[in-house]
């Protein structure tokens, strides 16, 4: 996965990167993290000790912005949730290079769109490709720890491509 400019994050992989203490490997493989408001106010739901909130309080690189295209957003909402349509709608405003995002059908429309779509476990694999990290499947059993949902293919899928079976 190439280092890209701008990259427009949901909730769920900022909020699971967080609970693994790798959320940082967003700043070190995307040039830009944004995020709309949306998505700042479901971590901060979370509560002060949910994943991600002091990050996103905090941290300076990850950027929160508000989107322009209310009407766009209000369409997206017939399919998916008001985080994942505020990410595809910044996305387009912004013209990200990438979207990042877990949710499956989120995926699909953002792919619809054009747009360059990884979710959580496709960032460690990047991190892993870099050299950032060593190792994925510690990271996953981490995940699996926190309810992170996968099937045995994707996960075999995932250990395949960082070359870990």
């Known amino acids: ?21 790798q959320l940082n490997l967003l700043k070190k493989l995307f040039q830009n993290i944004f995020i709309p408001d949306a998505v ?7 509560g002060k000790e949910g994943f991600g909130v002091g990050e996103i309080k905090s941290e300076k690189w990850i950027k ?18 008001v985080g994942e349509a505020e990410v595809i709608v910044l996305a387009e405003e912004l013209k990200a290079d990438t979207v990042i995002m877990d949710d499956r059908l989120g995926r699909k429309i953002a792919k619809l769109r054009g747009f360059n779509v990884v979710g959580t476990l496709r960032i460690l694999v ?17 995940l699996k720890e926190v309810s992170f949902w996968l099937s045995d293919d994707v996960y075999k899928a995932i250990l395949k491509q960082s070359m870990e079976i």
């Open 1 to 21: 996965m190439p280092l890209t400019k701008i990259a427009v994050v949901n909730t769920s992989p900022i909020i699971y990167l967080s609970s693994i203490n």
């Open 40 to 46: 700042r106010h479901e971590v901060i739901l979370g």
């Open 64 to 81: 929160i912005k508000t989107i322009k295209n209310k009407s766009a957003k209000r369409y997206l909402l017939t399919d998916i949730d």
């Open 126 to 142: 990047a991190a892993k490709e870099r050299g950032l990290i060593t190792e994925v499947k510690p990271l996953i059993q981490k």
